[in-house]
């Protein structure tokens, strides 16, 4: 199977999900026989996209001019769409971030194909097409099996691990058809907290819940989570009474995420929020009732005070990033 | 101003997710529905727009007629009138196909949808019916204003947000923030019943997706209780078995 990856960039460097997109397609691609090729558009720095090849592509196409460096749906689609069919794609892969949501379904009409939407593992391609799922937000899986000729894949964050090689990709200018209409909508302001890790992205979590009474005792939660190297999330009722921003939200109603590690402190595990969080591979909880449902659902557990357990496993981060640097 | 709002009828969120011994289809039994959480919050704006600047809100659900207590609600929230197109919602080309089939015919200023539903959690009907219109379209939606003809939306991204404008007619898919949603009052709900519920027939659709089966994550083994006075033993075992620091 040909395949298309679709890599993001941010301030034209590489996002972490793109080394994921391409060796997730590197792996389709050697499991059934084909090419892979990279498509990224806007600005992206040359050595950033020489690296895609390192990661599998055979091919890493590259589209650029005025209108196509900020991000419009419509547009990108537009620019996908037209690769597909000029690498005669078989399957075309995206990230399953805000993005990639955005960009899939109307690449799915216009190339008229079936659509698997937050995949975690590879298809099986053995007689079809089959691939898994998350449903009903985390709580389940679905096995899908998409019928059509054409495949589009969106693939959720931290669940596929990038591969490096030591091929290398040769990089090609890709001048799509652009249609103005395409370009309805204007970006006018993009709003960035640039020196925070990105929650759905982010390898390590610290979550904080109503158990920590206030917005104002939130710097332990962010001295936790920058001696980790981790993005901060909370429960809903704290970002519902803006201690924190919506954007921290994680659950059923929130962001579902997949780190390898979530760290939940003073969250008592009500199941929207476990719905979105189920998925991390090793789960800590810190919280005082013994009784909290959490910890049924968690690898660690402390049973204790926030207020005291805290700041002692800062402490601790400390000595061990000392010893192990 | 004429506005239709998507909305998907979905399992309650407290519900407890279990299948068939086949593991081929969802047990419904005992399950309480909802309207999409992410919908509500496209109803309210809606409402609120339209209380401001004058208009109807239609809502639009794919399903069969055991959703109709799901559409009494939005109407009991306040929508003007609401249309049921007759179909088990097979998959998302099949609702959006439908949706746009409707929004053709009857021409609006806005579409709205929630974000993602919480059963399936496409994303996936949006941007579809907008494709299918060949109308500009907004996902992930915080803040939406209208002056005149044109919207002015708050888009969420990693890490930020992106301020983007654009004219109608266009689909918008609502996240948290863009309003709260609204519980319907006594007046509300009496005035639900006698208010237009029409009931379309579907057009056809090809499927080129089915779900074949589902599982459950496996439930993880035993807690490992770490004695609060030795934090240590956490950063140890992160360390050294999880392997995750
Ligand atoms: C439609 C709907 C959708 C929802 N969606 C979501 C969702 O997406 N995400 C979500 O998170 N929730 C969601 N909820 C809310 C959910 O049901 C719970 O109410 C919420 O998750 C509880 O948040 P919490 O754990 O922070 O607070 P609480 O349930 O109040 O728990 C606080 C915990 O902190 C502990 N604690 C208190 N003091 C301390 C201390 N000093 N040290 C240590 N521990 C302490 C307590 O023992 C308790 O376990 C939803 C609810 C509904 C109705």
Same mark, same amino acid.
């Given at each position: 199977m040909n395949v298309l990856a679709y890599i993001e960039t941010a301030d034209g460097k590489l996002k972490k999900s793109a080394l994921e997109i391409i060796s997730y397609s590197a792996a389709i691609a050697s499991q059934t026989g084909g090419q892979v090729t990279a498509i990224a558009l806007g600005d992206v720095q040359a050595d950033e996209l020489a690296k895609a090849g390192r990661y599998g592509a055979a091919k890493v196409l590259h589209a650029n001019n005025d209108k196509l460096k900020q991000f419009v749906s419509q547009a990108y689609a537009s620019v996908v769409a037209e690769a597909a069919k000029t690498t005669q794609a078989d399957v075309v892969i995206l990230s399953n971030s805000f993005s990639g949501k955005a960009m899939a379904p109307r690449l799915a009409i216009k190339l008229q194909a079936g659509i698997a939407d937050g995949a975690?593992?590879?298809?099986?391609?053995?007689?079809?097409?089959?691939?898994?799922?998350?449903?009903?937000?985390?709580?389940?899986?679905?096995?899908?099996?998409?019928?059509?000729?054409v495949k589009i894949v969106t693939l959720v964050p931290n669940s596929f691990k990038v591969a490096e090689n030591a091929a290398t990709g040769a990089v090609e200018v890709f001048n799509p058809q652009i249609s103005d209409s395409d370009f309805a909508v204007t970006v006018k302001e993009v709003v960035k907290a640039s020196d925070k890790i990105s929650l759905p992205e982010a390898e390590i979590v610290v979550s904080g819940g109503r158990g920590l009474k206030g917005?104002?005792?939130w710097g332990m939660v962010e001295e936790l989570a920058g001696l980790l190297g981790a993005a901060t999330a909370c429960s809903k009722p704290v970002s519902d009474a803006n201690w924190r921003p919506h954007s921290e939200h994680v659950g059923q109603t929130g962001l579902a995420i997949s780190p390898n590690l979530y760290i939940a402190i003073g969250i008592s595990g009500a199941i929207q929020h476990l719905a979105g969080v189920s998925s991390s591979k090793t789960i800590v909880v810190i919280n005082k009732d013994p009784e909290a449902p959490f910890f049924k659902a968690a690898d660690y557990g402390i049973v204790g005070d926030a207020f005291e357990v805290v700041p002692k496993l800062i402490e601790e981060v400390k000595k061990f990033k000392a010893a192990n640097s | 101003m004429k506005i239709l709002v998507c909305i998907s009828h979905v399992p309650d969120t407290t519900s407890k997710i279990n299948f068939s011994d086949d593991k081929k289809s969802f047990v419904t039994q005992g399950i309480q529905y909802i309207i999409n959480p992410s919908d509500e919050i496209a109803l309210a704006r809606a409402l609120e727009l339209t209380e401001k600047d004058g208009g109807t809100v239609t809502v639009i659900n794919v399903g069969d007629n055991t959703t109709e207590p799901t559409i009494r609600k939005a109407l009991a929230i306040g929508a003007?009138?609401?249309?049921?197109?007759?179909?088990?919602?097979?998959? $998302?080309?099949?609702?959006?196909? /439908? %949706?746009?089939? =409707?929004? @053709?015919?009857?021409?609006?200023?806005?579409?709205?949808?929630?974000?993602?539903?919480?059963?399936?959690?496409?994303?996936?009907?949006?941007?579809?019916?907008?494709?299918?219109?060949?109308?500009?379209?907004?996902?992930?939606?915080?803040?939406?204003?209208?002056?005149?003809?044109?919207?002015?939306?708050?888009?969420?991204?990693?890490?930020?947000?992106?301020?983007?404008?654009?004219?109608?007619?266009?689909?918008?898919?609502?996240?948290?923030?863009?309003?709260?949603?609204?519980?319907?009052?006594?007046?509300?709900?009496?005035?639900?019943?006698?208010?237009?519920?029409?009931?379309?027939?579907?057009? $056809?659709?090809?499927?080129?997706? /089915? %779900?074949?089966? =589902?599982? @459950?994550?496996?439930?993880?083994?035993?807690?490992?209780?770490?004695?609060?006075?030795?934090?240590?033993?956490?950063?140890?075992?992160?360390?050294?078995?999880?392997?995750?620091?």
């Amino acid at each position: 199977m040909n395949v298309l990856a679709y890599i993001e960039t941010a301030d034209g460097k590489l996002k972490k999900s793109a080394l994921e997109i391409i060796s997730y397609s590197a792996a389709i691609a050697s499991q059934t026989g084909g090419q892979v090729t990279a498509i990224a558009l806007g600005d992206v720095q040359a050595d950033e996209l020489a690296k895609a090849g390192r990661y599998g592509a055979a091919k890493v196409l590259h589209a650029n001019n005025d209108k196509l460096k900020q991000f419009v749906s419509q547009a990108y689609a537009s620019v996908v769409a037209e690769a597909a069919k000029t690498t005669q794609a078989d399957v075309v892969i995206l990230s399953n971030s805000f993005s990639g949501k955005a960009m899939a379904p109307r690449l799915a009409i216009k190339l008229q194909a079936g659509i698997a939407d937050g995949a975690v593992a590879l298809p099986d391609t053995a007689g079809g097409f089959k691939i898994k799922k998350t449903a009903f937000s985390g709580k389940a899986f679905a096995d899908v099996e998409l019928t059509s000729k054409v495949k589009i894949v969106t693939l959720v964050p931290n669940s596929f691990k990038v591969a490096e090689n030591a091929a290398t990709g040769a990089v090609e200018v890709f001048n799509p058809q652009i249609s103005d209409s395409d370009f309805a909508v204007t970006v006018k302001e993009v709003v960035k907290a640039s020196d925070k890790i990105s929650l759905p992205e982010a390898e390590i979590v610290v979550s904080g819940g109503r158990g920590l009474k206030g917005p104002e005792n939130w710097g332990m939660v962010e001295e936790l989570a920058g001696l980790l190297g981790a993005a901060t999330a909370c429960s809903k009722p704290v970002s519902d009474a803006n201690w924190r921003p919506h954007s921290e939200h994680v659950g059923q109603t929130g962001l579902a995420i997949s780190p390898n590690l979530y760290i939940a402190i003073g969250i008592s595990g009500a199941i929207q929020h476990l719905a979105g969080v189920s998925s991390s591979k090793t789960i800590v909880v810190i919280n005082k009732d013994p009784e909290a449902p959490f910890f049924k659902a968690a690898d660690y557990g402390i049973v204790g005070d926030a207020f005291e357990v805290v700041p002692k496993l800062i402490e601790e981060v400390k000595k061990f990033k000392a010893a192990n640097s | 101003m004429k506005i239709l709002v998507c909305i998907s009828h979905v399992p309650d969120t407290t519900s407890k997710i279990n299948f068939s011994d086949d593991k081929k289809s969802f047990v419904t039994q005992g399950i309480q529905y909802i309207i999409n959480p992410s919908d509500e919050i496209a109803l309210a704006r809606a409402l609120e727009l339209t209380e401001k600047d004058g208009g109807t809100v239609t809502v639009i659900n794919v399903g069969d007629n055991t959703t109709e207590p799901t559409i009494r609600k939005a109407l009991a929230i306040g929508a003007t009138d609401a249309v049921r197109v007759n179909a088990v919602p097979r998959d $998302a080309f099949f609702v959006a196909t /439908q %949706i746009a089939d =409707y929004a @053709k015919k009857n021409s609006f200023d806005l579409i709205l949808t929630g974000r993602e539903s919480i059963d399936y959690n496409g994303s996936l009907v949006s941007s579809m019916v907008a494709e299918l219109l060949s109308l500009p379209s907004v996902n992930s939606v915080k803040a939406l204003t209208i002056e005149g003809n044109i919207a002015t939306l708050d888009r969420e991204i990693e890490g930020g947000k992106e301020v983007v404008s654009c004219a109608l007619p266009c689909v918008v898919s609502a996240t948290e923030g863009m309003a709260e949603p609204r519980i319907p009052n006594m007046r509300g709900i009496m005035s639900a019943r006698t208010k237009p519920l029409s009931v379309a027939e579907p057009v $056809a659709a090809e499927s080129m997706q /089915q %779900i074949v089966s =589902y599982d @459950k994550p496996l439930p993880r083994t035993q807690v490992k209780l770490i004695d609060p006075a030795n934090v240590a033993a956490l950063v140890d075992a992160l360390h050294n078995e999880a392997k995750v620091i």
